[in-house]
């Protein structure tokens, strides 16, 4: 199964073929028309340039002046073994079919509505059958059957074309292609890029990624730059100013040795002004934090998973973290809420 997109604009090109594995590009006047270009063949040429396969119309009243037509487009540069010549189909069309696929051309017959248009043009040697999807439907025509029925044809009967699905509108598209089992699809780059997208395939992958993290991350990684602590003897408003200073929603509470005595959180905060109101604001913290309840702490070293069984099996909103017994941060639960490590 190929696939083509179909553009001529020379940005999103660029983008999709980054892809790597597109078979090439079809382009159409109306696209070109459409971007505004008035250099025709200096864009054509550019752009056979830019992708493995160029297919581009080849117009002309009779099969004679379709001939020379593709012969001058070679003539500016492109190769004839990365040139697919696009015809509307008609008497002449498939005239020139031959004619061109004589001369070692390759073509495609597009514009296709009916069945008999197809046959006429593998009749005549085309690469390439080119249904438009999308236009036979807005006509309100079954448009999946006639590509069937051209699979069909090719297959049964051995013809060396292959049937290109085109005037492709919506991914859903894509999978009817797929299924009508057809050689070629060509797809504009809007449709093409949203064909790897799933919710839950994105659901997956956070899922992937937040565990790779839990595995592989330290805390001493997240924890934040700022690291507010205060003595025993300094008083709650200290506290509470270097709490707003760092943004945290914690301080870390030292002995006079600088060892760790335990921690003040905003929880504590309001709890203890429910009882003393604004004397709380004068108190020293050596009276609030008690010696004997030991802090939660965690290892600068540790995985970020370990952070969170410790978070799950304490309660605790916020854990002291420490590099050779000192306190040099603290993590807090919502910032791995906010991470999606924890639910």
Known sequence: MELYLDSVDFNEIEEAFKLGFLAGLTTTPTFMHRQGITDIDGAILKLSKMVPVLQVEALGDTAEEVLAEAQRLLSLGLEKDKTVFKIPVSNEGVRACKMLRNEGMMVNVHLIYTLNQAYMAMAAGANYVCPLVGRLQDQGHDALKLVEQCTETVNHYGYDTKVMFSSVRYPEH?????????????????????????????????????????????????????????????????????????????????????????????????????????????????????????????????????????FKETGVDNIIVTENNAPIGMIDIQDFVKMNLVG
Do not use: C
């Open 174 to 310: 894509i999978r009817t292609a797929l299924l009508s089992k057809v050689h070629t699809i060509t797809a504009p780059w809007k449709v093409m890029k949203v064909l790897t997208e799933n919710v839950f395939t994105d659901l997956g992958t956070e899922q992937f990624v937040e565990h790779t993290k839990l595995m592989t991350v330290t805390v001493k990684e997240v924890i934040a730059k700022a690291n507010p602590t205060v003595k025993m003897n300094e008083t709650v408003f200290e506290a509470l100013s270097r709490m707003t200073d760092s943004g945290l929603g914690a301080v870390t509470v030292l002995k006079e040795s600088g060892e760790l005595a335990g921690i003040f959180t905003d929880g504590d905060l309001r709890r203890n002004l429910r009882n003393s109101g604004k004397a709380l604001l004068e108190k020293a913290m050596g009276d609030l934090v008690s010696a004997a309840k030991v802090p939660v702490t965690i290892t600068s070293d540790a995985l970020l998973y370990e952070a969170v069984k410790i």
